[in-house]
């Protein structure tokens, strides 16, 4: 049942039932209209003593925000708002009060999952809690989130479901019982960006009865005021605004600071006569009327009232409107439910196939109507056929079919209101049980290499005839299309030849269309995937080290020829290159190449390489193997090396700079030095000297005016370690 302002009505909104992918095909037969239309409309707006502006979602220093609660309700106050609802990521909400002027009622928003069952690959969302007095705990599935707001008498909300943590459109479908959608999409309401209104509108053509909402997410001060929902209500008490929010008593607008518009958009009115809306507002402004499938009925500019007359399929109609002046500053109202005439379909819910003794569920297109009722009634079956049919005591809407008989049986549903009446039916043809499997010659293949889907023959009783369809989908069984078609009787099975252009999962499945005498089969889906080619390319390691020195394996990882970055790259180790032992495994991050610091305790010969696991769009890769020679460590004098320089310098005047090398504070002699210079990025060698004295002073011009860094290197050698200097600085003027 939908409820609005409270009270139990009907909806004309056609429910696209969640109907399992696999085994499932929706029967829907059109009801005959027996009586004259007759439109009814639903308003949700009523006019109160007040219109209360409100912000449903913010944050403060008790999660990701700048400024302390009482900063931030001031601030709204300032900006003109009469109340607040402070959103803390995962925080128990602050107690509802009244102080200072502005109303503060107890929020949170809570990171929620789509899975029940935690895994790597659960994706986060969102969830608006308002009005709640209790925390509501991080992490849960979003369902059991959305019921415990609505345990607590909250409002429980979509919070930007196409913007930051979005939600999937399969994820929303399975939800219910949450009251607001937020149209916050970080896209500044361009048309041809708007998704979360492209969203809202495909929820309330699938029969959803939820509110649009709008907010500013403001985590800091001067971000508030951006957006608003204006609530009409009789006092600024918590539990009027929550009664008028939760029966969608309100509009939603946005000013967009960001755009140097303080303003907001404001409606004044929406009423209803008959089958006519009338929408009017305090400045001249674009009205746009949307129906359902968020199909554009009318466009109104530079007006301040604009009416619309329905015919009664609409389903819903709800209102844009945008400034004349600046067309950013919108508002939008909401939906205005169209009733049309009674009509009814029938949907049948439960999988293929049907056969004699197996209940069969059957649901009406339109439930939830008061003051209606339902009656089914098998209206002709089989010779001898003992089938029944039972309606559900609390939903009679929903009817269970038991078949008795092989054949057609014809289900009709009459429904009346005591002055409408209508009626459908829906023929359910019952055959004996068949079946079919599908296999994939490849699971994995390159683009455009073909591979073959095979399907066995039909498991039948004796019949023949019918169809056997090659289904492909590219969304997870959400939506599946024909991709190859044969007869059903070839005894030696089926064998479709396919190849794909595009990379990504596949999934295919075979379906018999089923005879008069035999009912229709899906086989279970099969699943392969296109790959891209990933190469790892050579990889470089030094080829002699010493024991307990760190030494660097580097390379880089392409697919089809372009850098392939943030992918995990594993280092493996061999001592005979032959047995291959994972040393570590970890990502290449952003960097076109990746980098392995290791080193060797024992002296001897081992073998390095690294590889890459390949992913859903990607194959596997190895790269080539190094050989790495470890010699035994020998122990090294410690060297110290300094350098000095003066601070500053003139434009093509020599300066020096002075470096003295030491080994356990004696000077080491005749040994070679360089110098090198900082050029923002890398050290450079600009010189190198000899000396035998263990003092050694660069000459250095500079013919730019600039801050250089200079630093001195030895490299060592057999006897001595190596060492650098510090850095010094010279501005050169």
Known sequence: MYSINGKRVPIIVVLLLLIPAVNVVPVTAQAQANSSPAIVLHNSWVQKSHVYEGAIH???????????PEEMSQAYRREGFNFTVLTDHDKPPLPSTLASGILTIGGEEVTVADSKDWTSGTHVMHLGAIGIYQYVPIYQYVQDAINSVNKQGGIAVINHPKAVAPYSDETLKSLSNYSLVDNYDQTGDRPEKNAASTL????????????LSRSDDADYIKYVNTSAVMVNADSLTTADIMANLRAGNFYSAVGHAWYSSREMARISSIVTSGPTITITVPQQSTIKWIKKGGVVAKTTA?????SYTTRGDEGYVRMEVSRSDNQLIKAWSQPVFV???LKVGITITSPLPFVVGRPISLRSSEPGWDSVTYNWSVSSAPSG?????????????????????????IIRLNVSDGSLNDFASVTV?????????????KTAVLTNEPFIISVSPVTRHGGSGGRIDLQRSTDKWATWSIANTTTADQPGGYQFVRKESVLGEYR?????????TESSSVSLPVRVFVVGVSTLTAITAPTTVYTNQKFNVTGALKANGAWFRWNFITLQRSTNNIKWNTVTTFPNSGSTTYKF???ETTAGTVYYRTTYAGDATHLNATSNVVKVTVKAHTVKTPTKLTATAPTTATVNKSFSITSKLTANGAALTKRTISLQRFNGKTWTTVASKTSLTGTYSFSRTETTANIYNYRAIYAGDATHLNATSNAVRVTVR
């Open 302 to 306: 530079n007006v301040k009232s604009d």
């Open 385 to 409: 056929s003992t089938a029944t049919i039972t309606a559900d005591p609390t939903k009679p809407w929903v009817a269970t079919f038991v078949p008795g008989a092989v054949g057609n049986s």
């Open 429 to 441: 043809n019952v055959g004996s049980p068949t079946s079919l499997t599908a296999a994939t010659s």
């Open 508 to 516: 295919y499945r075979a379906v018999f269309s089923g005879t008069t």
């Open 339 to 341: 009733q049309g005439s």
């Open 58 to 68: 913010s944050h403060s220093t008790k999660s990701d925000g700048h400024n302390t």
């Open 597 to 599: 610091t290791t080193t």
């Open 200 to 211: 809202y509108d495909n929820l309330l053509t699938a029969g959803n009865v939820v509110w």
